[in-house]
């Protein structure tokens, strides 16, 4: 027999990310087909089909071409990863589909400011040759993404990595738009949309963020015409944007406002450009804002926009692209509307139009991608009508089709849902899926269609061009469960989908609906709503079955991370700093249901301590056993200590599988540390160092160390992949050609005592309580002492272990008597019995006593301090809950502590 490898002294995190993640890759472990020949591939397929195999599947939420991995993208990659590895350990056939999204604004942008550098524009190119050179930038740049996520260890199947751009997604945008356009669910309609002046695009509502801004409030006269209206010569208007007066077609009134519905009809003149508009009546108008007036501006302004179709007002657009002032403004025509704000202010206050100009705090929409005030505009868009295809999305979540996780999320799914508009998709950009519609230039038509179109349908004009346009990226992104397995095959999907048939293949039978999504809850508007509408009308059926939202990582104060503050943590430094394996169950040990994540990078040095520990195991137990030890198949006869331990690695499995399939992933996690750290190490291991020494027990020792240490780095994989292969690798099993990665995920041990977790529970107490009564006492560590032990019922359980518990309390001596009374002991509770302490002589008692004594009033004083917060109401409904909760523990803590000392103190005291 060969000599066995050596297992390192110390762990080295980097060195095993090096090695295994490249034996994964190469050797397809991630695989759903993973040493399958074709014979079984197929009957994989069928057997899934038939339901008498699981599949499981996730798409990852692509992360944009632009990317590259942060504190959001970690924690969800680990989530999903976690749930791969898991149910691919269980036998389910699984994937885990890689794939990036093109980003369209994002990654214009990159490539403009590139450009930018070299005194370049856009336009300095054709389209073709702008294109070109997006594309050279994404095959150079744009796979950053991809190396984090090797180096986070995702067991991502990258045979089936996907671009939405690729030119099988493309496919499917294409027929997409095509039927829903046939079906009328798609229209072209000039609207009011909101337009970004930077990126000079069109933005749909959600892209929209509406944010609290310090400005004024202008109030001025209106002249009225011609005559005097009961004692009025003019009226006073207040705005925010005085420089859309030159818009204006209109001023609006409440029909039933005492004060003005007299003037209902009457007429009165804009500033500046003398053109006559009426006074309307409309019950938009809210009375008591300003001064009653409304000043209407149909092109400008979203509700005057409605307002004026109502009346059939005219629109006059005043303000270009590059919201700068049209020649319509007359002699403010060229400026910028806040350089036209200024001068139209001053002007107003020259000639004594001007009423007043008060601070006022409002709420004003900027483009979530570009920051730039969004200008209201109307415009020749294209649109998505979005109602029908919203009430299926709603009704799969109303019958519990799709389950979100936590449910309430649901509630803010719905109130968008039930509050639906139309979707602007069109954006004007040269990066992304063009629409493909044709525009005759001869006859006006417009045709709709998949291929490509060289001449008009209705007059044979050679005259036609394809819409400029390119859709919105969610459009894209929508359709990615089921584009994403579709894809594969380009020419099926122009074959097929023309007939009307959607094509199938076999990983789309397999896998979709897919299993899980895993997002935060900000994009439940942007992506999630759109997946759900998308997928459930050209399927038929729901994408996923689950949705997962988790919260945001904010910092250790709860702020939000951001540039500006200066708290954003960079993962890859954390990962290459701590470890992979450490900081992928920080991400998850940190995780609470349904709440924001608090950064506390002490947990993460608390992890990597974890990760030591587990590694220490595993020398412990190889240096302590048979260079040629394999674990037995017929399991040797097993002590109650070994029992006990199967006992509790059975709990521990059956939580971490309730944990698994809920979701609950800081339970997985809370759940495999205690047992491992306090059952395994603290309690087990440190039976172990006497059981070993001992004939009769030493075989079932070392069976029940590497069965059951086995099987718990089995449980770890899903969160620490790497250190868990390396220490399976050096495991004596039978076959050591396997990877944990493809092992079987573990079951429960059988034919167990159970008895043996009353007996040898009993024996933990005792250990407990003495290592408490050593610590509180400060006994030095090296100092043996007496101990006498009084049972409550009379059992041998205790006796049995008197070698152990001696060994692992430091004790001279340990006896069991029905009762004791002692000189120079103290006394310690327990459930089970009576706990003595031969202390006399080992430790100053009076000093021992003055020591407790402060200690028991600082801990008073912090149960005052604390109970103080807790009973403030202002801090217990005002502070979030999870501080609130923690103060709470904080409290529990300093309670226990205190019992614990005041046991003590009355003990020691005469």
Not at 283 to 308: M, S
Not at 808 to 816: D, G, K, N, T, W
Not at 888 to 893: A, R, T, V
């Amino acid at each position: 027999m060969s000599e066995r490898k050596e297992l390192p002294p110390k762990y080295d995190p980097s060195g095993l990310e090096q090695k295994w993640y490249p034996v994964w890759e190469k050797g397809k472990f991630f695989s759903h087909e993973y040493s399958l020949d074709e014979e079984g591939k197929a009957a994989q397929i069928e057997a899934v089909k038939t339901e008498q195999q699981k599949s499981f599947s996730i798409v990852i939420p692509p992360p944009n071409v632009t990317g590259s991995l942060h504190l959001g993208h970690a924690l969800n990659h680990t989530i999903m990863d976690i749930l791969t590895r898991y149910h691919r350990m269980k036998g389910d056939a699984s994937i885990y589909l890689p794939g990036m999204d093109h980003a369209g604004i994002a990654t214009q942008n990159v490539v403009e400011r590139q450009l930018a550098e070299q005194s370049k524009k856009r336009h300095d190119f054709s389209r073709e040759e702008f294109e070109k050179k997006i594309w050279e930038w994404k095959e150079k740049s744009g796979g950053m993404i991809t190396h984090q996520m090797r180096q986070l260890g995702e067991s991502v199947n990258w045979d089936y990595e996907r671009f939405t751009m690729d030119e099988g997604l493309s496919a499917v945008v294409k027929r997409v738009f095509v039927q829903l356009y046939e079906e009328g669910l798609i229209y072209r309609a000039e609207r009011m949309i909101n337009w970004c002046p930077k990126d000079q695009t069109a933005l749909s509502n959600i892209e929209v963020e509406y944010k609290n801004v310090k400005g004024k409030l202008y109030t001025f006269q209106y002249p009225l015409v011609d005559a005097e209206y009961e004692g009025q010569k003019w009226l006073a208007v207040a705005t925010t944007r005085p420089e859309t007066i030159l818009g204006d077609t209109a001023l609006a009134v409440h029909p039933e406002d005492e004060r003005y519905k007299h003037l209902i009809g009457k007429k009165a003149r804009v500033p500046f450009i003398d053109r006559e508009i009426e006074v309307i009546g409309d019950d938009y108008v809210d009375r008591e804002f300003g001064t009653g007036v409304v000043k209407i501006t149909p092109a400008h302004d979203l509700n005057d926009f409605a307002i004026g179709q109502r009346h059939k007002l005219p629109t006059i657009k005043i303000l270009d692209n590059a919201a700068k002032m049209t020649e319509l403004a007359g002699k403010f025509a060229g400026l910028s509307r806040e350089e036209a704000r200024k001068k139209i202010v001053a002007e107003l206050e020259e000639t004594g139009a001007l009423i007043s100009q008060d601070d006022h705090m409002h709420s004003v929409g900027h483009s979530y991608r570009s920051g730039a005030v969004v200008e209201p505009m109307i415009s020749l868009q294209w649109f998505v009508s979005t109602q029908p295809l919203a009430d299926k999305a709603i009704e799969v979540v109303k019958n519990g089709s799709v389950e979100f996780v936590p449910k309430r999320w649901e509630n803010l799914y719905f109130d968008w849902m039930y509050n639906i508009q139309d979707w602007c998709i069109s954006r004007q950009l040269w990066w992304g899926h063009r629409i493909p519609a044709y525009h005759c230039q001869s006859c006006g038509h417009t045709e709709v269609s998949a291929t490509e179109i060289h001449s008009c349908p209705k007059c044979s004009s050679q005259e036609v061009l394809q819409d400029e346009d390119v859709l919105d990226t969610w459009f894209s992104s929508g359709l990615w469960p089921f584009s994403t397995f579709l894809s594969q095959d380009p020419e099926k999907i122009d074959h097929e989908w023309p007939q009307g048939k959607l094509p199938q293949n076999n990983a789309l039978s397999m896998f979709y609906p897919t299993s899980v999504l895993v997002t935060g809850f900000d994009i439940i508007f942007f992506w999630v709503a759109r997946m759900l509408m998308m997928c459930t009308h050209f399927m038929q059926d729901i994408p996923f079955r689950h949705i997962y939202i988790h919260g945001l990582v904010r910092d250790a104060t709860r702020q939000k991370m951001s540039k500006s503050k200066g708290n954003v943590v960079n993962p890859l430094e954390k990962m290459e700093e701590y470890g992979t394996d450490a900081f992928r169950f920080f991400m998850i040990g940190i995780l609470p249901e349904g709440k924001d994540i608090v950064y506390d990078e002490s947990r993460l040095k608390g992890y990597q301590a974890f990760c030591n520990k587990i590694w220490n195991t595993a020398r412990f137990i190889w240096m302590n056993q048979p260079s040629d030890y394999r674990i037995p198949e017929k399991v040797p006869e097993l002590s109650m200590l070994d029992q006990w331990l199967l006992l509790e690695f059975n709990a521990a499995l059956e939580k971490i599988n309730s944990s698994l399939e809920q979701f609950r992933f800081a339970d997985y996690a809370s759940t495999i540390y205690e047992f491992l750290w306090k059952n395994f190490c603290d309690h087990y291991v440190e039976f172990a160092k006497t059981s070993l020494k001992d004939e009769k027990l030493s075989a079932g020792t070392l069976y029940t160390l590497n069965i059951v240490f086995e099987k718990t780095l089995q449980l770890l994989h899903p969160a620490m992949p790497y250190i868990t292969e390396e220490l399976y690798s050096f495991w004596p099993r039978k076959n050591k050609e396997d990877l944990i990665v493809v092992s079987k995920w573990p079951s429960a041990f059988e034919n167990l005592n159970s008895n043996a977790l009353i007996e040898v529970n009993e024996v933990n107490e005792v250990i407990h309580k003495i290592r408490s009564l050593r610590s509180n006492l400060s006994v030095p560590p090296g100092e043996k002492l007496n101990a006498v032990y009084c049972q409550n019922k009379k059992s041998n359980s205790v006796e049995t272990y008197i070698r152990h518990i001696e060994n692992i309390a430091r004790l001279a001596s340990f006896e069991v008597k029905d009762n004791f009374e002692g000189k120079g002991f103290v006394k310690a509770v327990g459930e089970s019995g009576d706990i003595f302490l031969d202390v006399a002589g080992k430790i100053d008692i009076e000093r021992e006593k003055q020591r407790i004594e402060k200690e028991l009033q600082t801990i008073e004083n912090g149960i005052k301090s604390v109970e103080g917060k807790l009973n403030n109401p202002q801090f217990k409904d005002r502070a979030p809950s999870e501080l609130v909760a923690e103060e709470q523990e904080k409290l529990n803590g300093f309670r226990h502590k205190f019992e614990q000392l005041a046991e003590i103190l009355k003990a020691i005291t005469p």
